[in-house]
Each structure stands twice: as structure tokens, then as C-alpha cells.
């Protein structure tokens, strides 16, 4: 494997106590082949010695270790859909290890569908090529949105099938995540009364993520405090591109605030408030519309899983995480408006910011005009194109007051839709991976549409349109 000596592996995580994580190495598989490889996103990481060749496919389909990788799944707890499950951890995920990149920040090197763990519980360990392929298509997408995410290194076949609603061939994922820390983490050892595991986790989240809280006198509430506006910026964020996630877990919320465990999501083509994809969110619980409402709860359970470490005298912790967390809403109320007020051409700080973008998407709700497109049109001034309201003559007094509209790449003019993931998925299982690869450098420049993409900024047909997303992933 001489081209892996180049990658150093620097791996701070194996390196906490064993209560943290299982060693062990990816399972491997019985033929790997290239799906997609992100040579750009490669190099930004200073992975000079990988390429798409055998050496690097072997490491990333994981049957071989590549030199000082400490191959591991990282343990954790979670709420899924509300409901407590004191362990869960990388049932089908391993990290392989962690590289300094050019930015000089630190980042992991994980693979998904690698086979199974000690936290499998039951499941196979495998990924299939539809939510492989997914992932790295809207990863990459919001990536290319400026949106805080994990990224796509790497999409391989494995040769093998894996049984879900029907068997489809396998797929391993190559994700980088500025890190896999997740509230859950924090949950694992608060549940368990884990004092001194939960104050190291701490310790390790500031010194790797957020090393500027490193002199601070309560180190778990500054903590919670980034943590809490971290995640209203990340859901405004999301709001902002009608995204909706799908599975909010606690175990899916990054500590480093990137969006992670792209599972059932969708962007919405028509705008509908309470619009779910999911097939197995049967309440709605993670309605696009209720993210921001999530958001706080998870911020809460977070702070919950905290409070030992807050204050020795358990009133006053809970006084002072209230404090934070009872701030969320105001917090993901500024960090949307700035959104908000962007997608509408207005100068951030506007008093008429909150106002606007309500009437608009009420207007757009009742005329079920597709989201993406709508803010497309508002920015080219199609005004007969868009739902008519007091809003349009609202929003034109405020240009006009303003000395005009100012949009600052704060509306791709194509999102992944899922009609054309869906369709990008049908055509690799026949082994033709150009819809994919068509897709993938269409949304690299979501701001911009070459001629020949124009037809992927189109909702669906009636007969197109994909009403459910499934967590079979
Ligand atoms: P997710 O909904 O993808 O965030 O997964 C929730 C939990 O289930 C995590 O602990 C995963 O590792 C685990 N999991 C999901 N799919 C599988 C699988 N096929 N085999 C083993 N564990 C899985
Ligand atoms: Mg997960």
C-alpha cells in the first residue's frame, strides 16, 4: 500500500478511554468497485496519496487498513422520535481515523455500510447504493450552499446484496465530518452516570472544536451555549432551502453543528408547511415547519445530559442551562431572519425583515408554488410568475427604500429534487452512473445553471413526483 504512507492519520479519538468507542476493523467485502470519488474535496483535505485507484478503493471499501489508521465505532445514546435508547453507536460505520487537512482543522475519515459492530443490535451493517449515492449528492449540494455539513469522499460497490424492501447491491460511504460528536455522545454517559467520561467528552468537544472556550469558567455551559446557536443557524439554514431532514434524532445532531445523517430527507418541491417525506414519520414530528420547535428540544435533552457538570448544586444547573436553552427561539429567530431577509433581496437588519417571508410563504402555500423556483423568480423580479398578495407591494416599498434589491447567492437556482436523485439512483442500479454524474455537477454551482442542466431546475411531472422518502437505508 506505498501510496498510503503519505496519509497521516492523527487519531484523538481512539485515543480516549475505552468506554468511548469499539476497535475494530471494516468487514470486508467481496468485490469493490469506484461509484463516485471527490478528488477536489481530496485534496482540500491534503489527501495527496488517494486517487481513484485499487490502493485507495481497498482502504475505502475497507479490506485493507490503510498505515496508521485505528479503525473504530464510537459509541452513543440517543432519542429517536422521542423515544429513549440508552445505546446505539456506529452499527454500521467505522471510523478509520482522523487527518489534519489544509485548513489545519481536524477532520474524520469514517465509512458507512462497513459492516457490523458491537452496536449493531441486530442489523446487518450495510448501506445500499440508493441512500449512498443520496447522501452524497445532497451532502455535496449543501456543501456547495455554504451549509455547515458532513461530506461525500467516496461512493463504492461492493459486490454484494443487501436485503431491504427488496435486495439491492451494496454501497460503502466515505464521510468527513469536522467530527462525529454527537448530543447522544453526551447522552451515553450522562445516562449512565458517567461523570468523568461526560466532563473528558467536554473537555475534548472544546479542545477539537471549539478551542476559543477552552479559559472559560463553566466550560459545559459555554459549551452548550455554541452548541445551542450552532443549531439555530444550521435549521435556519435548512429552513432556508426547504430542507427537511427527517430523522432529528439526538443521535443525528452533530456537536460541531454540520448537518449529519442524510437518511429519509428531501427538499421540498412545492411549499407546504408542515411537509414530511418520511415513510416512518407517521406523526409528523419532523415536519419541515417544526424543525426550528425540534431544534430546541433537542437542545434541551443536550442540556439535560449536561447538568451534572454544570453546577455541583443541581437547582442552579438547571437555572443556569435554562437560561441558555430558553434562549433558542430567539436565537434561531435572528439567525432566520438573517436568511430569511437575504432570499428576499433585503439589507440584513431590516425592521420589515420577519413580516415579509410569512405573507410570501402563505401566499406561496396557497398556491402551491414550487419553493426553490418562487425565490428564483423574486430575484429575476418575475412578479406575474409568483403568488399575488400585499406581500409583492410590500417587498418592492422596502427595495425602493433600500435603493434596491441585493441578493447575495442566497437562492440556488437548482436543488437536488427528488424525482432526479430518484431517477440517478434507478439508472446506477442498471449500472449507468451518467444521471448521477450529470446531477453531481449540476448542483457543485447550485448559484449558477449551465444550458444543458436547465432541465433539472424543473418540479416534477404528476407522474415524476416522489411523496415518500424510506428509512430502509
Ligand atoms: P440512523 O437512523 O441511520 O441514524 O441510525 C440509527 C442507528 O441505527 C445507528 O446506531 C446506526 O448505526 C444503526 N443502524 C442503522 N442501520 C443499520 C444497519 N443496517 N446495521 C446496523 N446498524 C444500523
Ligand atoms: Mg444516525
Redesign the pocket.
Known sequence: MSNQNKIRFDNSYARLPDAFHAKLSPEPVAEPSWLAWNGELARGLGLDGWGQDDATLAVLSGNEIAEGSEPLAAAYAGQ?FGNWSPQ??????HLLGEVIANDGLRYDVQLKGSG?TP???G?????WLGPVLREYLVSEFMAACGVPTTRALAAIATGERVLREAVFPGAVLTRIARSHLRVGTAQFFSIRKDTDNLRLLVDYTIGRLYPDLAEHANKPLALLERVVDRQAGLIAKWMGLGFIHG?M?T??VALSGETI?Y?PCAFMDEFKNDKVFSSIDHGGRYAYGGQPHVGHWNMVQFAQSLLPLIDDDEDRAVELAQGVVNDFPKIYARHHKTIANAKLGLVVDREEGPQLPADMLTAMQTAGSDFTNSFVALEEQRFDQLPAGDWQADLRDVWERQGGPEFTRSNPQIIPRNHRIEEAIAAALEGDMAPFETLRLALADPFEVAPDHQHLTAPPAENEAVLQTF?G?
Open positions: 429517536q446505539l453507536g456506529d452499527g454500521r460505520a457490523p452496536f449493531s443490535r442489523g446487518d451493517g450495510r448501506a430523522v434524532n443521535d443525528n445523517d437518511g428509512c437505508t
